[in-house]
């Protein structure tokens, strides 16, 4: 079974830009979540989408904002690019009936942002 | 708000040492699961535990879940080069929330 795939893998952006990274689940798993990893703020979670619906959201601005397809295939966006955005961006998924609490999350390698 | 303390954030051993991470919870969990990074990589799913006092073992590492379920620790038993690495807690105070996480311990083989 494929694992959860992340692209672009690098991505280099300069400030005031958008982005727009996408996530594809493993096949079958209909809960995906997003969180941000910087050196020094461990996994912070962005948020969670399952049947195409935010169902858990993290405390950031509201720049980030997310989207899920039918195909559980989900994309996150940034605009107004700030410094600070710069950290590895990783997506999660799980089967996702019951909430994200209870479940196990499988992750895939991450998109590195890099703000100029 | 919920949080999940997690101790040490470091913790440098001999290889043959053991180890151990904390994690604490502010409030009940419905459970708990542990992840482990290695350097460069993603996190991977360790485990799950539900159960008040649960104890499950992998191989060299030892798994518990409080009374409480408001704490849980990680052993590992004789650490190996392989072990090298960041290990990360999470719980789920509902299944109808996110998980919380804690902040990692990495784990650090001394020459």
């Known amino acids: 079974k494929a694992g959860v795939t992340q692209t672009p893998r690098y991505l280099i952006k300069t400030r005031g830009q958008q982005v727009t990274l996408s996530c594809s689940p493993i096949?079958?798993?209909?809960?995906v979540s997003w969180y941000q990893q910087t050196p020094g703020q461990g996994l912070q979670f962005l948020f969670e989408?399952?049947?195409?619906?935010?169902?858990n959201k993290g405390n950031f601005p509201g720049r980030f904002s997310g989207r899920q397809f039918s195909n559980s295939r989900s994309e996150m966006n940034v605009s107004t690019l700030e410094l600070g955005d710069s950290a590895l961006y990783l997506c999660?998924?799980?089967?996702?009936?019951?909430?994200?609490?209870?479940?196990?999350?499988?992750f895939g390698d991450g998109t590195r942002l890099s703000i100029l | 708000g919920q949080q999940v303390m997690q101790i040490p954030q470091y913790q440098h051993v001999q290889e043959g040492e053991d180890f151990t991470t904390y994690c604490n919870s502010s409030?009940?969990?419905?459970?708990i699961q542990w992840y482990k990074q290695r350097p460069g990589g993603h996190p991977v799913f360790l485990i799950q535990?539900?159960?008040s006092g649960e104890v499950k073992k992998q191989k060299r590492l030892t798994f518990q879940f409080g009374e409480a379920k408001k704490n849980s620790s990680l052993h590992i038993t004789a650490t190996q080069t392989t072990d090298v690495g960041t290990y990360f807690c999470?719980?789920?105070?509902?299944?109808?929330?996110?998980?919380?996480w804690g902040a990692g311990t990495k784990l650090i083989i001394k020459p």
């Open positions: 999660a998924s799980s089967l996702g009936p019951r909430g994200q609490g209870n479940q196990p999350q499988h």
């Open positions: 096949s079958g798993h209909r809960s």
């Open positions: 989408y399952f049947s195409e619906t935010q169902r």
């Open positions: 409030t009940t969990l419905s459970n």
């Open positions: 535990l539900v159960k």
């Open positions: 999470a719980g789920g105070p509902d299944s109808n929330y996110q998980l919380i």
